[in-house]
């Protein structure tokens, strides 16, 4: 069984510019949460999709966007980069299946850093 | 709205030492709770879990109680040992799917 993946692993861009990362969710997961890991802090939810629809979204900016494929890999778009924009961000995927909760498992992430 | 304060860090221990790192919650409705520990350069990892007031998770050596009286959800463990070295996190879980995280807690244990 294939656990979650990220890529790439650093990123490096300059203010202004657009990027996106990518995550593959482990076999059979239907759901993929990204969130945001700033330097010593507890990660932020950004969002969720579940079955190709977002489901949920934190205290993010429209410029934080998200797509989820039919094979429930997804990608974070982020336009016109911030410096505060630097963090390591994280992608997990679970199985949801009616209202209950499954365990959360989490990618290596990937370190963004925005000159 | 919702939140975890976990105790800040760093705590540096000796191997074989007690741990103990607190954690206190504020929630509406009665949440999930967690504690997920960081290795250096990796992903968040589950440590363990409890879904309801007086439940213990456990795992590895590490325990935790969902107190609701308190608001807290503790971590401890007997004896630590170098290789549990990490940064520790408390969540909970609000909505569907969503956790929300405390600022973690950095363990340094020396041999």
């Known amino acids: 069984e294939t656990g979650v993946t990220q890529s790439p692993t650093h990123l490096i861009k300059t203010r202004g510019q657009q990027v996106t990362l990518r995550c593959s969710s482990q076999?059979?997961?239907?759901?993929v949460s990204w969130y945001q890991q700033a330097l010593g802090q507890g990660p932020q939810f950004i969002f969720q999709?579940?079955?190709?629809?977002?489901?949920g979204r934190g205290n993010f900016p429209p410029r934080f966007s998200g797509l989820q494929f039919p094979n429930y890999s997804s990608e974070l778009n982020v336009n016109a980069l911030e410096l505060d924009d630097s963090a390591l961000y994280l992608c997990a995927s679970s199985l949801v299946s009616g209202q209950s909760y499954n365990e959360q498992f989490f990618g290596p992430g990937t370190r963004l850093t925005v000159l | 709205g919702n939140s975890v304060t976990q105790m800040e860090g760093p705590v540096t221990l000796s191997e074989e030492a007690f741990l103990t790192i607190n954690c206190t919650y504020t929630?509406?409705?009665?949440?999930?709770l967690f504690w997920y520990v960081q290795y250096p350069g990796e992903g968040l990892q589950l440590l363990l879990k409890a879904t309801k007031a007086d439940d213990k998770g456990s795992n590895k050596g590490f325990e935790a109680t969902y107190r609701k009286e308190t608001t807290s959800f503790h971590l401890e463990k007997g004896s630590v040992q170098v290789s549990d070295s990490a940064v520790y996190f408390c969540?909970?879980?609000?909505?569907?799917?969503?956790?929300?995280f405390g600022t973690g807690t950095r363990l340094l244990v020396s041999p």
């Open positions: 969540a909970l879980l609000t909505g569907f799917q969503k956790l929300v």
């Open positions: 929630a509406t409705g009665y949440p999930s």
């Open positions: 999709y579940y079955r190709e629809e977002e489901n």
């Open positions: 076999s059979g997961h239907n759901t």
